[in-house]
Nanobody, 123 residues
Framework: QVQLAESGGGVVQAADSLRLSCVASGNTFSDYAMAWFRQAPGKKREFVAVISRWGTVTYYHDSAKGRFTISRANAKNSVYLQMNSLQPEDTGVYYC????????????????WGKGTLVTVTS
């Protein structure tokens, strides 16, 4: 079992930045690839970014490329999402997830989920 807890959400204006954090407890953190998903009001949960177990591989949704950076610190059981140049369409609940591999980027491939942190971007 892995328990995940996100933090760092808030209300910001367009073009601002936020850094989300997710702390894991339970099983060995480095056994899992880690991902960020988001869910906008009335929409399905969608993939944002993923990082491999040792941080050597990352993938991003097209909307996040060039603006968001995922990173991890295995010694701190933590994964981060640095979000720059935020836009109103980035608004939603951001979820941290743990997966056995970075190769599958769908919701059903994730083994564990956090409860989410809300990001609201105003224009």
């Amino acid at each position: 079992q892995v328990q995940l807890a996100e933090s760092g959400g808030g209300v910001v204006q367009a073009a601002d930045s936020l850094r989300l954090s997710c702390v894991a407890s339970g099983n060995t953190f480095s056994d899992y690839a880690m991902a960020w998903f988001r869910q906008a009001p009335g929409k399905k949960r969608e993939f944002v970014a993923v990082i491999s177990r040792w941080g050597t591989v990352t993938y991003y949704h097209d909307s996040a490329k060039g603006r968001f950076t995922i990173s991890r610190a295995n010694a701190k059981n933590s994964v981060y999402l640095q979000m720059n140049s935020l836009q109103p369409e980035d608004t939603g609940v951001y979820y941290c997830a743990a997966a056995p591999t970075y190769a599958c980027l769908t919701v059903r491939c994730m083994d564990y989920w956090g409860k989410g942190t809300l990001v609201t971007v105003t224009s």
